[in-house]
């Protein structure tokens, strides 16, 4: 009987070999619960030791040339799973190792970015200024540059308060389909610019 079966195990590990899928799922089903033990031995986690799992049957099929059907093939599981584990551990400790730096660089970067993206708002702001009549265009720039009040605004320019408040929604409503058309990107930073 133990003879039939070490034949079966064989000939299932030569087809893995050479490719065939329907043997790997064989393979896969027969010795998972015995990778996932190797698994949760190194981790001591059992998401960690899923993924670990998961992440050696992928490695067991890309190696599966290597495959002796001669040899112990729960050594050859064993091999495997633990150079997975250690090479797991190497990337972590690499990618602690540069996160900080990258941090740091994704921080330098991100100001930058920040900078750019204000100077690409202010200078739509200034295009979509020009597109305004040079009445609302003057409503705007008191209101927003002089700070004026719009009762103020009313009364400088001899107009009533509900017309600078049209102007000015009117000027808006502009500056916004401006900025949606050139810059969908930049529409919060336009946003931040009207309300300050």
């Given at each position: 009987m133990e003879k039939l079966e070490s034949f079966k195990n064989v000939k299932l590990l030569n087809d893995v070999r050479n490719g065939d899928s329907v043997a790997f799922n064989e393979i896969y089903?027969?010795?998972?619960?015995?990778?996932?033990?190797?698994?949760?031995?190194f981790t001591r986690c059992r998401e960690a030791a899923e993924e670990l799992t998961q992440d050696t049957f992928v490695r067991l099929w890309e190696n599966r040339a290597k495959i002796d059907p001669e040899r112990n093939?729960?050594?050859?599981?064993y091999t495997l799973i633990r150079n997975n584990f250690l090479t797991t551990l190497r990337k972590k400790a690499r990618e602690k190792a540069y996160s900080?730096?990258?941090l740091k660089q994704e921080q330098s970067f991100n100001a930058i970015e920040d900078e750019l993206n204000a100077k690409e708002s202010e200078?739509?702001?200034?295009?979509?200024?020009?597109?305004?009549?040079?009445?609302?265009?003057?409503?705007?720039l008191m209101s927003r540059h002089d700070h004026h009040t719009h009762e103020e605004i009313?009364?400088?320019?001899?107009i009533s308060k509900n017309t600078v408040n049209n102007h000015?929604?009117?000027?808006?409503g502009v500056m916004r389909k401006y900025f949606r058309t050139y810059?969908?990107?930049?529409?919060?930073?336009?946003i931040a610019l009207i309300c300050c």
């Open positions: 089903h027969k010795y998972r619960q015995k990778i996932y033990g190797y698994a949760h031995h093939f729960d050594a050859f599981l900080h730096e990258n200078r739509l702001a200034k295009d979509a200024i020009e597109t305004f009549s040079p009445q609302v265009k003057k409503i705007y009313a009364q400088l320019m001899g000015l929604k009117k000027s808006l810059s969908p990107e930049t529409i919060l930073s336009l």
